[in-house]
């Protein structure tokens, strides 16, 4: 009795991870980490400083 627990709690383990990892990629829309946009990032006031400022 307590291998058929073993076996089940691992077969329902399965299925969860199975359910999780369709929803996760369906509501991201399939895409991946390469179908990503870069971020453009305006510049800041601090970076415009160090921009700015003569290399020593």
Known sequence: M???????????AAGLALVSYWLFFSWAGGGGSR?????????????????DRPSL
Not at 2 to 12: C, D, F, P
Not at 38 to 51: A, D, E, F, G, N
Request: aromatic share 0%; net charge positive.
């Open 2 to 12: 307590r291998r058929l627990e073993q076996v089940a709690a691992l077969v329902v």
């Open 35 to 51: 179908d990503r946009q870069p971020v453009q990032v305006p510049p800041t006031q601090s970076s415009r400083l160090l921009k």
